[in-house]
């Protein structure tokens, strides 16, 4: 289907939240604090093959080797507003990741990305980015977030999302078949307003009740 990497994370404990998250009944604050727990499970998975180095510490009783990984090259890019929905669960597995935001709208008639607002940390180049959007529908969103964040040149690029479905990850890795999409599930596709189906509906509404 697709030249690039696709992650599926099914972890029982990430696919159990997911169904809570799912569920229209969900209220916005459960679903606020279930998206925090599950982009922090999904971050074990997203640092799995992450550099380490290793350093000296003392413990108690010895001296030793041990190692590390380096929070501060990390770079987590929200695609707003959604993808703020990731940000915290993430950044209580790595603390020291900065943080770039990327603002694209959809357009409602052509459900095409509109950027508004760009801001990276310096030093993007020894940074490796992570790109948060809970939803990759269409993948057009996607598509402009990565062609922007490109232009930085950061020293890897990885895509988490919650859901996609497979025409949004043909049109994302036809564009960037170098970018793995890390996600919890390929549901069965869109509907005619560029939904995920069954998906959870509209994200950034269920996160901030604004519907
Ligand atoms: N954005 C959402 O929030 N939900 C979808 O199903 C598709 C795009």
Do not use: W
Not at 39 to 64: F, G, K, Q
Not at 108 to 121: D, I, R
Not at 181 to 191: P, Q, R
């Amino acid at each position: 289907m697709t030249a690039g990497t696709v992650h599926l994370i099914d972890h029982p404990l990430v696919q159990h939240k997911l169904t809570l998250l799912r569920k229209k009944a969900t209220s916005v604050s459960s679903f606020t604090r279930l998206l925090d727990e599950v982009s922090a499970l999904m971050a074990y998975e997203l640092t799995r093959d992450m550099p380490m180095h290793t350093v000296e510490i003392e413990t108690p009783l010895a001296t030793m080797a041990s190692r590390l990984i380096d929070g501060k090259k990390f770079v987590l890019v929200p695609i707003l507003r959604a993808g703020l929905g990731f940000l915290t669960g993430m950044r209580s597995v790595v603390p020291g990741a900065r943080v770039g935001h990327i603002g694209l709208y959809r357009d409602p008639k052509t459900l095409g990305a509109v950027e508004y607002y760009f801001k990276m940390p310096s030093g993007m180049r020894e940074r490796d980015a992570i790109v948060l959007d809970p939803m990759l529908a269409t993948g057009n969103s996607a598509i402009a977030a990565v062609d922007r964040l490109k232009q930085c040149r950061p020293r890897s690029i990885r895509y988490v999302c919650l859901l996609t479905c497979p025409e949004g990850l043909g049109n994302f890795h036809r564009q960037h078949p170098d970018v793995p999409v890390y996600t919890a599930a390929i549901d069965d596709g869109l509907n005619e307003h560029g939904y995920i189906v069954p998906g959870l509906g509209d994200a950034g509404d269920r996160l901030f009740g604004t519907r």
